[in-house]
């Protein structure tokens, strides 16, 4: 589901300007989830703030940082108060948690099915995440999950956040 009025809980999928809006532009390409206008993600939190992954780690911000940018913002059907709260909840152990282009590579590798034992431990032990895995695993955390594909945990970019919610 989307909307224009952020609630806590929302996912914000908005855009990255410069060379680094375009290598994660072409990484969502060649990982199979389309070639589009979002690069990146972050969780609405509760007061006006955000949980948001970046290159420093991941921080608390406040939501007008994105004042003036085009956001989108897409939830599951149905989500409740209750479900809201616990995924506000799970998103404060997340501060902190390091950024990794390194998972675009991962998870391209594993869309093609090359031959690297470990890689799938490898992803889940590094503690390191993009903007849309961070989302992602806070919603497993509070037992919400946003794909049923069969997809490995934390084998997730923002457009396939968008193709999943936004339609």
Same mark, same amino acid.
């Not at 995440?129 to 037992?143: E, N, P």
């Given at each position: 589901?989307? %909307?224009?009025? !952020?609630?806590?809980? +929302? /996912?914000?999928?908005?855009? /990255?300007?410069?060379?680094?809006?375009?290598?994660?532009?072409?990484?969502?390409?060649?990982?199979?989830?389309? @070639?589009?206008?979002?690069? %990146?993600? @972050?969780?609405?939190?509760?007061?006006?703030?955000?949980?948001?992954?970046?290159?420093?780690?991941?921080?608390?911000?406040?939501?007008?940082? #994105?004042?003036?940018?085009? =956001?989108?913002? =897409? *939830?599951?059907?149905?989500?409740?108060?209750?479900?809201?709260?616990?995924? *506000?909840?799970? &998103?404060? &152990? #997340?501060?902190?948690?390091? #950024?990794? @282009?390194? +998972?675009?590579?991962?998870?391209?590798? %594993?869309? @093609?099915?090359? !031959?690297?034992?470990?890689?799938?431990?490898?992803? &889940?032990?590094?503690?390191?995440? /993009? *903007?849309?895995?961070?989302? +992602?695993?806070?919603?497993?955390? &509070?037992? /919400?999950?946003?794909?049923? +594909?069969?997809?490995?945990?934390?084998? =997730?970019? !923002?457009?396939?956040? #968008?193709?999943?919610?936004?339609?």
């Amino acid at each position: 589901m989307k %909307h224009t009025h !952020p609630l806590p809980g +929302d /996912i914000g999928l908005t855009q /990255i300007s410069g060379i680094t809006g375009r290598l994660i532009r072409l990484g969502q390409w060649i990982n199979g989830d389309g @070639f589009a206008d979002y690069q %990146h993600a @972050f969780l609405v939190l509760p007061d006006d703030r955000l949980l948001e992954a970046q290159p420093g780690g991941a921080r608390i911000q406040p939501l007008s940082a #994105y004042d003036g940018s085009s =956001v989108l913002y =897409v *939830c599951p059907e149905g989500l409740t108060e209750q479900q809201r709260t616990a995924l *506000c909840a799970a &998103a404060t &152990a #997340y501060v902190g948690v390091p #950024y990794s @282009f390194l +998972d675009y590579l991962a998870i391209a590798a %594993h869309r @093609f099915h090359l !031959p690297l034992p470990g890689l799938r431990r490898y992803v &889940a032990s590094t503690r390191h995440m /993009i *903007c849309s895995q961070l989302v +992602d695993q806070v919603y497993q955390d &509070a037992d /919400i999950h946003l794909f049923a +594909d069969g997809r490995w945990p934390g084998y =997730v970019t !923002p457009m396939a956040l #968008y193709n999943q919610l936004a339609h």
